[in-house]
């Protein structure tokens, strides 16, 4: 299986920004380029903190989604 | 080839660390940002939680400022770390529980640390001498050098020129003559950078980042260490003491009571690490107890939960007591009068 394929999920529920973005930014540290890692978030802080964190450090925002009061984001792990 | 010399500019998301950031970038020197998460920083939380600003724009302003100078930005995770500076500081607090000479210490040791692993070669900070009056002045500039650790790999861009040479400056890394000598308490110098740069947005200063720095918030931490016998907390703790009415009718507990709408749904994911409750018969705010409580507290603090609530002038209000293992039962109280609710109980 290659990296793109596999999705790593990160239950940032209940964490206020910017623990959001910490706890994907420590799943990307671990990952290679290329996977997907999704970010289940409740403070809607998070649908404008992970892209604009995906974007400087050079990563790419896939899908974001809310359903109810739960926001969802996938971004793909860039190059180093 | 000539070396490319490698900065950590330690970014809050404020003006100073900006045009400190950008003062460098300007000399052709890569930089990156770092940004240290205590768990005690102001940054969007209760904006996020309450209702009424949930349309207000949101925005970490660190992540902001990093996007605007196109540069990487690294969040470090340092609450567990921090909490023997906030327990133990050398050099004392400030006007409240803020102890900002022995955190800025604290934050370049750790961005020493990292320029060392990340193989970088100088440290900057947006600091100008005079701007704050407990960690930037004259004379703790230096202390913050040598406590630190990082000696003269620690650079102030903005007030390098009233301070002596540090190693990027004499070994020719960077012009010091194109750095600055700001001093004092005056906004005039950086806004006038900032025009030059071309900065037309960002962030205003607003009496400091840190909840620390906030007299009710401090009285809040207080309150919290003395009713556990010591000075101990996790992230929860402190996050809920940014949220709703805190009342303390007994030494022995507390209770959290939401004021609005998004602050009771945040509450609420806090449901099964507390006893809860919350009006049925009336509109009302959920509120959780925090301590352990004896016979009759758990009607005193429905009471006063039903007092905040739309019922306050009715006979009775009925409420749902919620136990942490999902049990309910049903409550039914007089609201507590206004003139019952001692002063002394809200911190």
Redesign the interface.
Known sequence: MSASDEVVTVDARRLLCPMPVIRVQNEVKKSPPGTRIRAICTDPGALSDIPAWARINGHKIIATESLDDEHIITLEVGEA | MTKQYKAAALISGGLDSMLAARAIQEQGIYVEGL?F?TGF?V???T???RKKD?NR????N???V??QL??????V?VIEEYKEVLFNPKHGYGAHLNPCLDCKIFMVEKALEWIKENEFDFIITGEVIGQRPKSQRKETMPVIARESGAGGLLLRPLCAKNLPATIPEQEGWIDREALFDFSGRTRKPQMALAERYGFTEYAQPAGGCCFLTDAQYSVKLTDLWKSRGSKAYE?DDI?LLKVGRHLRPKPEFKVIISREEGEG?FLQ?YKNQYVSLKTTSHAGPLALLDGQLEPGDLELAARMVARYSQGRNAEQVELEVREKDGTTRTLSVTPLPPSEIQKGWLL
Request: hydrophobic share 40%; with cysteine.
């Open positions: 940004n998460f920083c940054e969007g939380h904006h996020a939680i949930q724009p949101k925005r970490n660190a992540l902001w990093a996007e196109g540069m990487k930005l690294h969040f995770d992230l996050m749904k994911g």
